[in-house]
C-alpha cells in the first residue's frame, strides 16, 4: 500500500533531527558554562586580588556556574522533549489516518450480511 502525505513525514523527521540537534548542542553549552565558571571564576579572583578589587570568592563563580549548568541543563531537555514530541505527533497523526482509511478499505470489501443491515427492528410483543 502507498504511502500518502510524504511531505508530513518529512517535517516529522525534521522535528526529530532538530529535537537531537538541540540536546547536543545544549548539553554541549552547559558543559562549556561549567568549565568556564569552574576554570574562569578562579582567574577572575587571582585578577581581582592582583588589583585590589572586591570581587565574590571563588566559591561563588562555581556555585554560580553549577545552578547555571543545572538550568540550562533541564531547559535543555525540555525543550528535546517538547521538539521530539511534535515530530512523534506528526506520526501518530499520519498512522491514525493510515488506520482509518484501512479500516474503510476493509469494510467496503466485507459488506454487512442482511440480518444486519439498517432495516428497522420487529414490534416487541407484550
Request: hydrophobic residues 55%; charged residues 10%; proline residues 6%.
Amino acid at each position: 500500500m502507498e504511502k500518502k502525505f510524504r511531505v508530513l513525514r518529512i517535517i516529522g523527521t525534521i522535528w526529530k533531527i532538530l529535537a537531537w540537534i538541540v540536546l547536543i548542542i545544549g548539553i554541549l553549552s552547559s558543559v562549556g558554562v561549567l568549565l568556564t565558571s569552574v576554570f574562569g571564576g578562579g582567574m577572575l579572583h587571582q585578577f581581582g586580588q592582583q588589583y585590589r578589587m572586591p570581587q565574590p570568592s571563588w566559591l561563588f563563580s562555581v556555585a554560580g556556574g553549577v545552578i547555571v549548568f543545572i538550568g540550562s541543563l533541564f531547559i535543555t531537555i525540555v525543550y528535546f522533549l517538547l521538539l521530539y514530541a511534535i515530530g512523534e505527533l506528526i506520526y501518530l497523526l499520519l498512522a491514525i489516518e493510515e488506520n482509518t482509511r484501512l479500516a474503510a478499505q476493509w469494510i467496503q470489501a466485507h459488506p454487512a450480511p442482511a440480518a444486519y443491515s439498517a432495516a428497522p427492528a420487529p414490534p416487541l410483543s407484550g
